[in-house]
């Protein structure tokens, strides 16, 4: 009875575990938050820690080159046959003749270890400096991905946020026209109307309905693009706690709109200034080619020749030998290919400096252009949003009036796709708007 108890208890232990985690749990995010998670969870972002840290490992890859490096080998002999050297035969008084005579045993092994330390080279110093200044390009690229990818968070988390208000919208006016269908169907079989005037009204309903099933598609899309941004999982259900109301009233327009540009402290002048000083460490570096280099050496081996496999016989000798060195290696004539690396390397720093100026003159434009797109995109969006509250009234009272028999279905149909115009455009409106405000916040953003 109690084992029985037991694998009963374990089962619906088991089960509950199941229904738990199978009942999940919707997240919710503020758009910061969203942010903030895919700072940690984002593809790409991972990517681009990984590459900071590989940066890392190459620097201090680059600084063990100049530090003392030790190298041991064993190498071993069998001879299958004695090497043979000929003597001339005057030593054993034979003269005019040669006499083959075998040397050496036929088991030899050598122990041996190197210490080579690097006294001085060009290459060795720069090359370390523009290693380094490749990590700071790694760095300041993982600054620009992170930007990268909050901006894209903030535009997807915007994209849903215009869906679900756009079928706030529609669902509203669906409820109207459902309502007034209902009305007009039970008047018509009072006599009180005709077919026509009912027919109309379910024709507008039907176009509602299609036009929730494509904004719901979208939603669910937009969602979509949303979580993967953010790293989520395609079955992760989330919840968005911001609101669009929520960002148009903290646009910021007469901040962003009067903020001063400073190029230099822009994210995407920052990574080029290190990508151009990288260039010229490159440049740097090619010219250490013509510079001489000095390393020093300390060896010690042993030796060991036998006529039996005895090695390990502490009986028999090793003959020990180490010696010490410098090495001085002088670069005297490469026929030009010095040269020519060392014009490419220059060649490719002039080419950054034009990139600077390029940048810089784009960054102006580009700055000038998006206040003036925001700043029309704001006053638009004003516009429409009068719009849309205006055509709304205007279709509900077109709707009494065409229950009453006060207006015609051309009438009401013309006031139908007048709404729905000025819904979409009202939701395009702000969308724009919001996502200019990102852009132009991105672009003035000092780092």
Do not use: C, H
Not at 83 to 103: A, C, D, N, R
Not at 251 to 261: G, I, K
């Amino acid at each position: 009875m109690n084992t029985f108890f037991y694998r009963a208890t374990i089962t619906l232990i088991i089960l509950f575990s199941n229904l738990k985690g199978n009942s999940q749990t919707p997240l919710a995010f503020s758009m910061a938050q969203a942010q903030e998670y895919a700072f940690q969870n984002n593809y790409d972002l991972k990517n681009s820690s990984t590459d900071v840290v590989i940066a890392q490992k190459l620097v201090r890859q680059n600084t063990a080159i100049g530090l003392p490096q030790i190298n041991g080998g064993i190498d071993y002999t069998d001879f299958l046959a004695l090497p043979t050297s000929l003597i001339p035969g005057e030593f054993i008084g034979q003269p005019g003749t040669v006499i083959p005579i075998q040397f050496g045993q036929k088991y030899n092994v050598t122990l041996k270890g190197t210490v080579t330390q690097l006294v001085y080279s060009g290459q060795y110093l720069v090359g370390l400096q523009t290693a380094k200044a490749f990590q700071e390009v790694v760095k300041q690229q993982n600054v620009k991905d992170k930007m990268d990818v909050r901006d894209l968070v903030a535009l997807n988390y915007l994209g849903v946020l215009m869906y679900q208000e756009q079928t706030k919208i529609i669902d509203t006016i669906y409820k109207v026209t459902s309502k007034m269908v209902d009305e007009l169907s039970a008047a018509l079989k009072l006599g009180l109307v005709e077919d026509i005037d009912v027919e109309q009204l379910e024709l507008n309903k039907a176009d509602l309905e299609a036009i929730m099933i494509n904004t719901n598609t979208s939603l669910d899309l937009s969602i979509s693009r949303l979580k993967f941004t953010m790293g989520l999982k395609e079955n992760q259900q989330i919840l968005l706690t911001d609101s669009l109301p929520y960002f148009v009233n903290s646009l910021a327009r007469d901040y962003l709109m009067n903020q001063p540009f400073d190029y230099t402290k822009n994210i995407e002048y920052t990574v080029l200034k290190k990508r151009e000083y990288q260039v010229f460490m490159q440049y740097k570096l090619s010219k250490t080619a013509y510079q001489p280099s000095l390393m020093a050496f300390l060896g010690v081996s042993g030796n060991a020749q036998r006529d039996e496999w005895n090695f390990f016989n502490d009986k028999y000798p090793w003959y020990g030998t180490a010696n010490w060195g410098l090495s001085l290696t002088i670069p005297i004539w490469s026929s030009g290919s010095r040269k020519y690396s060392v014009d490419q390397a220059y060649l490719n720093f002039q080419k950054m400096k034009v990139n600077d100026e390029k940048l810089r003159t784009a960054l102006d434009l580009q700055v000038a252009t998006v206040k003036n797109d925001f700043n029309n995109a704001f006053l638009v969006y004003l516009n429409r949003q009068k719009g849309l509250e205006v055509s709304t009234k205007i279709y509900v009272k077109t709707i009494i009036k065409y229950k009453e028999g006060v207006a015609g279905s051309t009438d009401l149909n013309q006031k139908y796709n007048q709404f729905l115009q000025s819904e979409k455009d009202y939701l395009l409106a702000m969308f724009n708007v919001l996502s200019l405000k990102v852009q132009l916040a991105r672009l003035l953003e000092n780092v």
